[in-house]
């Protein structure tokens, strides 16, 4: 199942099926409804038995598409829509869906007790607690590729496993996206296309702000932390500009092992698709007949202190997590949209956080309360600015 087929993650899932036909069966896609065209020619392409968008009203001219390309699976419109599609019948779902609004479906496919393949990060990380208290060990499979080299590398520590006591600290990698290398007020005249183009990775809009903000870097802490069960104390981040060391481990006794690889998310992708094996020719791998420089830097807080703030919220738990990645969603928005500038996203993230009351965070309803306020208070505080 492949949730959020038509963004970046969910067309590159598709690329790495269609590469080894016969050993993977699509069930059924899911979007938001913004291209139903390619939509309807993922559904014709894999013969999949259901389909589904978010919004309601993009079902018609979805199944005026299907007609047109000749398929004819189930189509189901509706948030409801793409949470039945999340808990339908299959081994794997991927949700590739950008977000909070991945949450249900995460909670919906760990349910129903299917394998996860997790790219939509912001689900674990708002529903932190529920996440995790309705996973089985091992039935989350990350595809962030810093959490995949993680995975890979403790996968790597020995015959007995994974245990915790010998890991000394996770070494998370991050890109520094555009900006790297800048001071804070080098950036006050940073516009959309500046922070969309990202130097290492080909993204969706949101994620590639992200990491122009280094909020996905903040993000990432949180998902690791929730992932691998480890204190923030214990998860490093390194600038590395190249991309190539997505992650690594440093154990006990001073051994680090590193996870390389060119950046390509069909790798990630793959080892969760193809989980326990390998799916040969998944993405290319590096050229050991050319020259390389890898370098690493530490990251600069002053000039991004969003790192430092996830560090915060992730410590605090509760609703914080979702407050944070909320208000940080609603002030994306406005900076995609020229209402606000670069600077003012983690600076009103960070003023949102700090007025949050936290609380447990037991219930969908109360993650959901405490992801609507934040959005609220970052649209009001947030009113009236223009870049
Ligand atoms: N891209 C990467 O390289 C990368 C790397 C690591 C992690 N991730 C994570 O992967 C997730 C997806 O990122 P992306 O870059 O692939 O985003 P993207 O390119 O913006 O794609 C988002 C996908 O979600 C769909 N969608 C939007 N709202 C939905 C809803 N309510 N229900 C179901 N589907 C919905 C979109 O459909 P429409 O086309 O109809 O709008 C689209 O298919 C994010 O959580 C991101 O942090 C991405």
């Known amino acids: 199942m492949v949730l959020g087929s038509t963004g970046s993650i969910g067309t590159q ?107 939509n990060k912001e689900s674990l990380i708002i529903g932190g607690p529920l996440v995790k208290r309705l996973a089985r060990p091992g039935q989350i499979l990350p595809v962030d590729s810093e959490h995949s080299a993680v995975q890979q590398c403790l996968w790597a520590a020995g015959p007995d496993g994974y245990d915790p006591s010998c890991v000394k600290q996770l070494v998370i990698t991050a890109s520094g996206g555009p900006f790297r290398g800048m001071k804070r007020e080098e950036m006050a005249d940073v516009t959309p296309e500046m922070a969309l183009a ?8 949101f994620i590639t702000v992200n990491s122009a903000t280094l909020v996905n870097k903040g993000l990432e802490v949180i998902e690791a932390h929730l992932l691998f069960d480890l204190g923030f104390d214990r998860i490093e981040v390194v600038v590395h500009p190249q991309s190539i060391i997505h992650s690594m481990v440093e ?17 990630p992708i793959a080892l969760a698709l193809g989980h326990p094996g390998r799916i040969p020719g998944a993405a290319r791998a590096i050229d050991w007949t050319m ?26 738990g509760g609703t914080a997590p979702a407050v944070y990645n909320a208000a940080n969603e609603a002030c994306l928005d406005a900076f995609i949209q020229g209402n606000l500038p670069f600077l003012a996203i983690v600076d009103t ?37 223009s870049r």
């Open 13 to 119: 899932a598709l690329d790495v099926i269609a590469a080894n036909p016969g050993d993977y069966r699509v069930a059924g896609l899911a979007a938001g409804g913004g291209r139903v065209d390619l939509l309807a020619r993922q559904a014709a392409e894999f013969g999949v038995e259901v389909v589904a968008v978010a919004d309601a009203s993009a079902v018609p001219a979805l199944k005026e598409a299907l007609r047109a390309h000749g398929a004819g699976p189930v189509v189901l419109g509706g948030p409801e829509g793409v949470a039945e599609v999340a808990g339908w019948q299959c081994d794997t779902v991927l949700n590739g869906i950008t977000g909070a609004l991945g949450l249900t479906s995460t909670l919906v496919a760990l349910k129903a007790g299917r394998t996860l393949a997790l790219a």
């Open 198 to 205: 990202h130097p290492t990775w080909s993204m969706g809009p």
């Open 251 to 267: 154990y006990v006794d001073g051994s680090t092992i590193a996870q390389a690889s060119p950046p390509d998310m069909r790798l």
């Open 291 to 316: 020259a390389h420089t890898w370098t690493f830097e530490p990251l600069d807080d002053a000039a991004f202190p969003s790192v430092a703030l996830a560090r915060h919220v992730g410590s605090e």
């Open 349 to 385: 993230v960070a003023k949102v956080v700090e007025e949050h009351q936290v609380t447990p965070a037991d219930s969908v309803e109360e993650v959901l309360a405490a992801d609507a306020w934040a959005r609220a208070r970052a649209a009001e505080l947030t009113a009236g600015h």
